[in-house]
């Protein structure tokens, strides 16, 4: 996404997103910026020059990257989010991220809270939910499969529709076997991302 907005950004701002990077390092050799805190950088380009939030965060990133930050990995996400109690639902994780990558061209990425999988668009996201659960989201465009354990989605990662593993009894016993039965589902959002 961030490619396609900085594609875009000189016609839709009249600055090139190099222009835009030369505003905010003005503004940090100033003293008014810090370029590493993207947060803020996104605050002053929305303030100061009423950005689109796409936008924000494309020139953020990109300033940020100049000062030399990089990213987390996809791992370090993922260790960040199965950290102290949620570690037990790691390995449930793993392989419902295995499952979901074996379908042709599925690829993870990282995020603060959450993985989504993606293929033209995303289609899944994993996370860690509430009383000791693993959310996996899923994105249907069209029929939504007849699955009992499909709940409507309420603001998580742009799914359409949650499963909860786990909870109060513990991971399963048999991840391979939990995170196949998944399989349908996530073929049949994968079908249309």
């Not at 190099?18 to 503004?27: K, P, T």
């Not at 803020?40 to 939030?53: D, M």
Request: proline fraction near 7%; glycine fraction near 8%; charged fraction near 25%.
């Amino acid at each position: 996404m961030m490619a396609a907005v900085s594609a875009s950004l000189e016609s839709r701002t009249g600055r090139r997103l190099e222009d835009w990077c030369g505003l905010v390092e003005a503004e940090a050799r100033a003293g008014r910026l810090d370029p590493l805190n993207q947060k803020g950088v996104r605050a002053w380009l929305k303030e100061a020059h009423a950005l689109p939030q796409n936008s924000q965060w494309t020139v953020a990133d990109a300033v940020a990257r100049r000062a030399g930050w990089e990213p987390p990995t996809l791992e370090e996400h993922t260790q960040a989010m199965y950290s102290g109690k949620k570690a037990v639902l790691r390995p449930l994780h793993d392989a419902v991220l295995a499952a979901a990558l074996t379908l042709d061209g599925a690829q993870a990425q990282g995020r603060a809270t959450y993985i989504p999988v993606v293929r033209r668009t995303q289609f899944a996201a994993l996370g860690p939910g509430t009383r000791g659960r693993l959310r996996v989201g899923l994105r249907f465009r069209g029929p939504v499969p007849d699955d009992p354990r499909l709940e409507a989605a309420r603001g998580f990662a742009q799914a359409t529709h949650v499963i909860h593993l786990a909870g109060p009894d513990g991971v399963p016993a048999d991840l391979a076997a939990t995170a196949d039965s998944l399989l349908p589902l996530l073929r049949a959002a994968w079908e249309r991302a």
